[in-house]
């Protein structure tokens, strides 16, 4: 089985950066394409960002594009999600996932797996 574990969350101001981490175990991801997601209180879940694990293509939702870097080492099998200017429309809880199909899909039914997610808060 596939496991994803999410971390580094927590409380920033607005402006601030965080880095978030999530770690893959269970099996070779090489073929794979990795998503974050997040979800606010009351809100669905929306894409955030996407990278192919073999080659590094990336993708990001446009309210997040030129604020926050989605990244990969192989080595230790983590997908990062650096997230700078960071504004409190960002609260929320962020998900790592993983998709079978390898390309970065902004859908949330194109993944398999799930991290149990991480909390984001930005304050004003």
């Known amino acids: 089985q596939v496991q994803l574990v999410e971390s580094g969350g927590g409380l920033v101001q607005a402006g601030g950066s965080l880095s978030l981490s999530c770690a893959a175990s269970?099996?070779?991801?090489?073929?794979?394409?990795m998503g974050w997601f997040r979800q606010a209180p009351g809100k669905e879940r929306e894409f955030v960002s996407a990278i192919r694990w073999s080659g590094g293509s990336t993708s990001y939702a446009d309210s997040v594009k030129g604020r926050f870097t989605i990244s990969r080492d192989s080595a230790k099998n983590t997908v990062y999600l650096q997230m700078n200017s960071l504004k409190p429309e960002d609260t929320a809880v962020y998900y790592c996932?993983?998709?079978?199909?390898?390309?970065?899909?902004?859908?949330?039914?194109?993944?398999?797996?799930w991290g149990q997610g991480t909390q984001v808060t930005v304050s004003s």
């Open positions: 269970g099996r070779t991801f090489s073929t794979y394409a």
């Open positions: 996932a993983a998709a079978r199909g390898g390309y970065v899909y902004v859908k949330s039914d194109s993944y398999d797996y």
